[in-house]
């Protein structure tokens, strides 16, 4: 029995890691929500080169042909990292999409070579595109047919690196079939690995902060009601981690509940991931709540993220309804 | 959830869900009564006497020499085959790895083979009136008696599991007198019927006497029934303490078994009690949890790693999901919840079941001293005077 990354898995986790070590990610992100989108744009093209965007299309398209385990290690690192762009979009939603839409093999191969930043909605999840700045390509699912899209009124998000949209249909690419559940199961579970590890990167910056903060003559951190907030985010996060991790392997086997451990693990994350960005806020004081701060980063992001890709009200009743269904829960 | 059994893992798993579903005897009275203490042992018998009772032991000593991996494959399908719980677990998860690690070959001999069967079922003695959380402050006290080539034993432990039916106890006693906390404890292993020790059992909220006191008045214990070394009580101790905490005292099984019935549950009252809908599903979505991360444990041990603070997550994670799981469940019973026994809905094993989880947070360490264990020692914080986290 293994439960867990392979070597491999963990290098990769590693490059990207080195990679955005490199970056001051921070920078890209703010300059990217000023419509500033030239650093993002360079940014993204070093990760394609590192594979991300290649790593769900085919080889034959020029990809990888990795599996969701491989795309959730991704998600962590962009997560901690606090990586702006429509990524989900266009590393865990469309390459599944397109692989069940005849005729879509040169979006394919634009995809993995990170020519292709998409834009996409899926009209049973959200009224809208999560994500349409610096999208070469949008994308509207109806029911399984998958239409390109012009993108129509923009809004406001709470996480200033993303710009919400209306699409509309303008011309239809065909039907996705089965593919657009898998497509949008791929792009909750990516985005749970994302907030996951925002999630511990708060944690992270958190217990640093406290630990030179002084008050009342020493660090905050030597407070018990301090040290047990953080220990609670510390559970949470580390309990939602294996289920990212077995919804992605239950995705990669094709599995019976794999929607089921999808939904469970976008739930879980999603949760711990808010606390942690609560209580990073709380135990940083005022300081915590500027935008000039870099946790504000983090803190809208997962705050945005909470709802793409199904609310936790939609996961969780996904979530019941596989139980009730099944003859056996386990 | 897609685990990467081997052909051997998976022939054990389903050689002891065939056994343990044939065999189970459902619910039992509470191990923490007369009548209950009795049927318990009798499972424990039958249990191994299938080769059933102790999977991860030695062969020679009634185990099957069992892999982590197949120990927990072993405990989902127990709970899953709705067997009850063991009152040989103390026994089993506390004492015996230590026994197997520090004990001397006499030792494993005398007392393995009697508490795998039942036979013999160990009481845990760890905390005193002036020692709870803080367990260091240990005033229970070993004098050497040259003489008879023993030590006598004076003082009262308290919160005792399962003290009250069994029949041998274990636990830290203060041996040198001049040392401070952790120094100078050794850990004795003794009979609960030995000349001056008097048990007074204590009814828990659940109204069984599922723990009790013990009283020591020149009680002797002969060098044979030191475990580890003179003075050495701490260290020896703090081996059954992590796997209190960690793997082995709370496996998945329960959990996930208890989560099934609470999806059940909701499927017979869900209508009627609508708001507790998420509840339902975030218990089930934790134990799912816990179960998946007990196999990254699992892993993680089998390549060679140790589970250190950690389990102190684990305990947390555990003991709260256990709370909260009863408590939507009686949320779902609606004016019911408060019944108990006959004519009670599933006999009041909801509210039964409630109350025992209701001492997890309380037990092993209470979760606030995990809480500063998990902030000290995993997230790094300073630890300043918030006590010492042992």
């Known amino acids: 029995m293994r439960f867990g990354t392979t070597e491999e898995q963990r290098d990769f986790a590693a490059a990207l890691h080195d990679l955005l070590q490199r970056v001051d990610v921070p920078t890209v992100a703010r300059a990217w929500a000023s419509d500033d989108t030239g650093p993002g744009e360079k940014l993204w093209g070093s990760l394609a080169e590192l594979g991300l965007p290649a790593l769900l299309v085919d080889e034959e398209h020029g990809g990888i042909g990795a599996g969701a385990v491989d795309l959730v290690v991704a998600f962590g690192v962009l997560g901690r990292h606090a990586v702006p762009g429509p990524w989900v979009e266009s590393a865990a939603f469309a390459p599944v999409l397109l692989r069940g839409v005849d005729g879509a093999g040169d979006l394919l191969s634009s995809l993995s070579e990170g020519r292709l930043r998409v834009a996409a909605a899926v009209e049973e999840l959200a009224p809208r595109a999560g994500d349409v700045r610096g999208a070469d390509l949008a994308l509207l699912v109806r029911g399984t047919e998958v239409h390109r899209a012009t993108v129509g009124a923009h809004y406001t998000s709470v996480d200033a690196t993303r710009t919400p949209a209306d699409l509309v249909p303008a011309a239809a690419l065909g039907d996705a079939g089965p593919e657009v559940a898998r497509a949008v199961d791929h792009a909750a579970l990516a985005t749970a690995a994302q907030v996951l590890g925002a999630g511990q990167r708060m944690l992270a910056d958190a217990v640093g902060y406290v630990c030179v903060r002084t008050q009342f003559g020493r660090p905050v951190g030597e407070f018990q009601a301090v040290k047990h907030l953080l220990a609670d985010v510390k559970v949470a996060l580390e309990f939602a981690a294996p289920l990212v991790h077995g919804a992605a392997l239950a995705l990669d086997a094709g599995a019976a509940d794999a929607t089921r451990a999808v939904s469970a693990a976008k739930v879980a994350a999603t949760d711990a991931a808010w606390l942690s960005a609560r209580t990073a806020l709380q135990v940083h004081g005022a300081v915590g709540y500027t935008l000039e701060h870099d946790l504000s980063l983090w803190f809208t992001k997962v705050r945005a993220l909470s709802s793409a890709w199904g609310t936790q009200d939609f996961h969780r009743r996904r979530v019941l309804d596989a139980l009730l269904s099944a003859a056996s829960a386990r | ?390």
């Open chain 2, 1 to 390: 959830m897609t685990l990467e059994l081997s052909a051997e893992e998976e022939a054990f798993r389903d050689e002891a869900r065939t056994w343990l579903r044939a065999n189970s005897p459902g619910r039992l009275p509470s191990m923490d009564s007369a009548e209950g203490a009795v049927a318990h042992r009798a499972w424990e018998a039958s249990l191994a006497a299938a080769g059933w009772s102790v999977v991860s032991w030695p062969v020679e000593y009634g185990g099957r020499g069992a892999s982590l991996t197949e120990w927990v494959l072993f405990e989902e399908e127990y709970y899953l085959a709705g067997c009850p719980t063991r009152i040989a677990q103390n026994g089993i998860s506390l004492l015996a790895p230590i026994i197997l690690e520090h004990g001397t070959p006499e030792q494993r001999q005398a007392y393995l083979s009697s508490m795998a069967d039942g036979s013999v079922v160990w009481a845990q003695a760890w905390s005193e009136p002036e020692a709870g959380s803080d367990l260091a402050g240990i005033r229970a006290r070993a004098e050497r008696d040259e003489d008879r080539g023993g030590w006598v034993l004076n003082g009262q432990k308290t919160w005792s599991s399962r003290a009250a039916f069994a029949d041998r106890g274990f636990g830290l006693f203060r041996s040198d007198p001049d040392a401070q906390r952790h120094a100078g404890l050794t850990y004795f292993l003794f009979p609960l019927d030995a000349d001056g020790i008097v048990v007074r059992p204590i009814e828990q909220l659940d109204g069984d006497a599922g723990f009790a006191e013990i009283f020591f008045s020149d009680v002797f214990v002969p060098d044979s029934d030191v475990l580890g070394g003179v003075g050495d009580g701490w260290r020896v101790a703090m081996s059954t303490a992590g796997n209190e905490r960690g793997l082995s005292l709370r496996s998945p099984g329960r959990f996930c078994a208890a989560a099934d019935r609470l999806v059940d549950l909701w499927r017979e009252r869900g209508e009627a009690v609508a708001s507790v809908r998420d509840a339902v599903v975030d218990a089930w979505i934790r134990a799912e949890a816990y179960r998946l991360y007990t196999w990254q444990t699992v892993t993680h041990v089998q390549a060679g790693g140790s589970v250190g603070a950690e389990g102190s997550l684990n305990k947390i994670f555990w003991s709260e999901l256990d709370v909260d799981l009863h408590e939507t469940a009686l949320e779902l019973l609606g004016a019911d919840q408060e019944l108990r026994g006959p004519g009670a809905p599933a006999e009041g094993s909801w509210v039964d079941d409630h109350l025992f989880a209701l001492a997890g947070p309380i037990y092993a360490g209470t979760n606030q001293i995990q809480r500063n264990i998990v902030a000290e020692r995993v997230l790094g914080l300073p630890r300043g005077d918030s006590g010492r986290a042992r």
